[in-house]
C-alpha cells in the first residue's frame, strides 16, 4: 500500500522550461514532506522539505507547493537545465516515526 | 568525505549465499537507516536505529535478513540464504537527532545481484 502517490511517472522539458511535478498523500498525521534528486547508480539526495505550517518553499530554482486541506504537494524545478534530468522522489514521514514513505518517482528528461 | 558511505557498491552472488554489507554514517548523527530500492520504484524502509537500539522493522524485513549496529556507530546487514527476489539496491541513511529534525541524507547504496 503506497502512502504517497506521485505523477507523472516521467516528463520532458525543453531547456529553460518548468517541470511540474505532484504527490498526494492519505495519512494526516505526516508532518514533513522532502524531496529527492536521484541519478542513475547513485543514492537520493536531499534537495528540498517543507512542513505543512507553510504553503510554499522556495529554494534557489526549486519550489515546493503545499496544499494542506487536498493533502497534496508538489515541486517545481524553474528554468530547468539539462544537468536536472533526473528521478525526483517526493517521500513523507511524521514525528516520532522518522521513517520515509517514497513516491515511485518521476524521471525529468531535459532537452537541450 | 563527510557522507554517508556504503561497502561494498557492488554484490553479485549466487542464490542460497549470504551476504553483508557495510555502512558508516555522517560521524554526528545518531540515526540510521535501511531502506531497499527495486528498479523503477522509491526506497521502501526496511529497518531504523538509534544509537545502537534498532527501534522498528519493517514486515519486509524476513527472517533471513538481520541488521545490526554496534556501539551506535557503523551498521551491517545480513541476508542470509539469498533468492533471486532480494536483487536490489540497498540504500543507508542517516539524520540526526534534534528536536524535529527529519533530514536523511543517503549514501550511494549498494547494488546486491543474485544469480
Known amino acids: 500500500q503506497q502512502q504517497v502517490k506521485q505523477s507523472p511517472q516521467s516528463l520532458i522539458v525543453q531547456k529553460g522550461g518548468i517541470s511540474i511535478i505532484n504527490c498526494a498523500y492519505e495519512n494526516t498525521a505526516f508532518d514533513y514532506f522532502p524531496w529527492y534528486q536521484q541519478f542513475p547508480g547513485k543514492g537520493p539526495a536531499l534537495l528540498i522539505a517543507?512542513?505543512?505550517?507553510?504553503s510554499e518553499k522556495k529554494e534557489g530554482r526549486f519550489t515546493i507547493s503545499f496544499n494542506k486541506s487536498a493533502k497534496q504537494f508538489s515541486l517545481h524545478i524553474m528554468d530547468s537545465q539539462p544537468g536536472d534530468s533526473a528521478t525526483y522522489f517526493c517521500a513523507a514521514s511524521m514525528t516520532n516515526d522518522y521513517k520515509l514513505s517514497f513516491g515511485a518517482g518521476t524521471t525529468v528528461t531535459v532537452r537541450a | 568525505d563527510t557522507g554517508v558511505s556504503q561497502n561494498p557498491r557492488h554484490k553479485i552472488t549466487k542464490r542460497g549465499q549470504n551476504v553483508t554489507f557495510r555502512c558508516d554514517p555522517i560521524?554526528?548523527?545518531?540515526?540510521l537507516y535501511w531502506y531497499r530500492q527495486t528498479l523503477g520504484q522509491g526506497p521502501e524502509f526496511l529497518t531504523y536505529f538509534q544509537n545502537e537500539a534498532q527501534l522498528e522493522k519493517s514486515r519486509l524485513l524476513s527472517d533471513r535478513f538481520s541488521a545490526e549496529r554496534p556501539k551506535g556507530s557503523f551498521s551491517t546487514l545480513e541476508i542470509q540464504r539469498t533468492e533471486q527476489g532480494d536483487s536490489a539496491m540497498y540504500l543507508c541513511?542517516?539524520?540526526?537527532?534534534?528536536?524535529?529534525?527529519?533530514?536523511?541524507?543517503f549514501g550511494p547504496g549498494t547494488r546486491l545481484t543474485v544469480t
Open positions: 517543507i512542513r505543512p505550517d507553510v
Open positions: 560521524s554526528e548523527h545518531n540515526r
Open positions: 541513511a542517516s539524520s540526526l537527532r534534534a528536536g524535529l529534525h527529519h533530514e536523511q541524507y
